[in-house]
């Protein structure tokens, strides 16, 4: 069950330039994105959202695009700090689908801030 | 700030025994969720609860595993007899009724190590 994918499993990135993080989805009832950032011992935090009706969402230094004709996503952060080094999570859900509105995840991106 | 908690942060148990693993949700947050992720593996879905009752499961979630609201602040999760591949991070998530995105809370996990 591969509904969420994030095929690069590592990213580095210098201090101050932009990190890229990639997603990629095939299940078309999906319009709720959201990323995550996880630390090694600690459970997922939540960074971002976005709605399918929307392309684009800003968070201070994080912006989450979306393109729906593709069914990618991208998670942009500017600019990027040694404290962003994580693993980020892609997450996707489907609301009219009903049930608990259950977030699907995608395996991962391991991003390294280097100075 | 709110935060979800999940006690205790790592279980230790022989293949066979009972666990409950414990979470306190935020406080007003009225949906609530189990996820596991297997080392090296992706966050999954186990069963999403709301207003006393399971809204919706995944195939993991079978009738070995049960999920309870015993007061008005604990959700649980047992485990009737583990087996070796339960071993995992088992994370505990909360959502307020008023999410735009579906932004799930997450706890910061318990580890269940079954020997």
């Known amino acids: 069950d591969q509904q969420v994918k994030q095929n690069s499993p590592s990213l580095s990135v210098q201090e101050g330039r932009i990190s890229i993080l990639n997603c990629d989805y095939t299940?078309?009832?999906?319009?709720?994105f959201l990323w995550y950032k996880k630390y090694p011992a600690e459970g997922p935090t939540f960074l971002i959202s976005i709605s399918s009706i929307k392309d684009k969402n800003e968070d201070g230094r994080f912006t989450v695009f979306l393109n729906k004709s593709a069914k990618h996503l991208s998670l942009h952060i500017v600019p990027s700090q040694p404290g962003d080094s994580a693993v980020y999570f892609c997450?996707?859900?489907?609301?009219?689908?009903?049930?608990?509105?259950?977030?699907?995840f995608g395996t991962g991106t391991q991003l390294k801030v280097e100075l | 700030e709110p935060e979800v908690t999940q006690t205790p942060s790592h279980q230790v148990t022989q293949m066979g025994q009972e666990v409950i693993l414990r979470c306190v949700p935020i406080s007003n947050h009225l949906y609530f969720y189990w996820y596991r992720q297997i080392l090296g593996q992706k966050v999954e879905f186990l069963v999403s609860?709301?207003?006393?009752?399971?809204?919706?499961k995944s195939e993991i979630f079978d009738d070995q595993f049960s999920v309870e609201r015993p007061d008005g602040s604990n959700f649980t999760l047992k485990i009737r007899s583990t087996k070796l591949e339960d071993s995992a991070m088992y994370f505990c998530a909360s959502k307020s009724a008023g999410t735009p995105y579906n932004e799930q809370f997450f706890g910061p996990g318990t580890r269940l190590t079954v020997l």
């Open positions: 997450a996707a859900s489907a609301s009219l689908t009903g049930g608990g509105n259950k977030l699907t």
């Open positions: 299940n078309s009832m999906f319009d709720y």
């Open positions: 609860f709301y207003n006393n009752e399971i809204s919706e």
